[in-house]
Nanobody, 122 residues
Framework: QVQLVESGGGSVQAGGSLRLSCAAS????????MGWFRQAPGKEREGVAA????????VYADSVKGRFTISQDNAKNTVFLQMNSLKPEDTAMYYC???????????????WGQGTQVTVSS
């Protein structure tokens, strides 16, 4: 079992920044791959960024490349999502997830946090 707890969401104006945190605990092999997903009202959940926690490789959705950075602090079992140059279209509930494949597909992740809301106003 893996437990994930997100924090750091909030409201910000366009162009601003936020940093999300995801504290992970539980079976370490089940959280070898960590990802951030988001779901806006009326839309499907989409992958934003993922990291291979052992090797450090990262992958990003085209919509956030150059603006978002996923990173980790292995000593604290925490994954971060630094979000810069935020846009109103980034408004969504953001979820942390742990999975078994290095991807941005929801189906490849089996453990999910409760989500943290990010709202970007214009």
């Amino acid at each position: 079992q893996v437990q994930l707890v997100e924090s750091g969401g909030g409201s910000v104006q366009a162009g601003g920044s936020l940093r999300l945190s995801c504290a992970a605990s539980g079976h370490i092999l089940s959280r070898k791959y960590m990802g951030w997903f988001r779901q806006a009202p009326g839309k499907e959940r989409e992958g934003v960024a993922a990291i291979y926690t052992i090797g450090g490789s990262t992958v990003y959705a085209d919509s956030v490349k150059g603006r978002f950075t996923i990173s980790q602090d292995n000593a604290k079992n925490t994954v971060f999502l630094q979000m810069n140059s935020l846009k109103p279209e980034d408004t969504a509930m953001y979820y942390c997830a742990a999975g078994w494949i290095f991807s941005l597909f929801e189906v490849d992740f089996g453990y999910w946090g409760q989500g943290t809301q990010v709202t970007v106003s214009s």
